[in-house]
């Protein structure tokens, strides 16, 4: 499960098994067992949300847009 960064609490990662045939690039969002998935394109949404607050959503979905261009770097790096 590749890392991207963590930031305030959350573990921002994606698994390296994404799927056959792969998923578009997204990251997941983890603290404790509460869990989001962003897609990134073609903009920033909520695949699905497992115990996040709408407060925190709201935080994670800021912090996925504004390091949207490092965590598809990360995920081309990685499956490439």
């Known amino acids: 499960m590749p890392e991207v960064f963590r930031r305030d609490g959350w573990k921002y990662f994606f698994y ?24 990134l394109h073609p903009f920033v949404r909520l695949a699905y949300n497992d115990g996040l607050s709408q407060r925190e959503l709201r935080d994670t979905m800021m912090v996925v847009v504004a390091e949207r261009d490092r965590i598809e770097r990360v995920w081309h790096e990685f499956f490439a």
């Open 16 to 39: 390296a098994n994404e799927g056959t045939p792969r998923e578009p690039p997204h990251v997941h969002v983890r603290r404790g067992r509460d869990e989001a998935k962003y897609w």
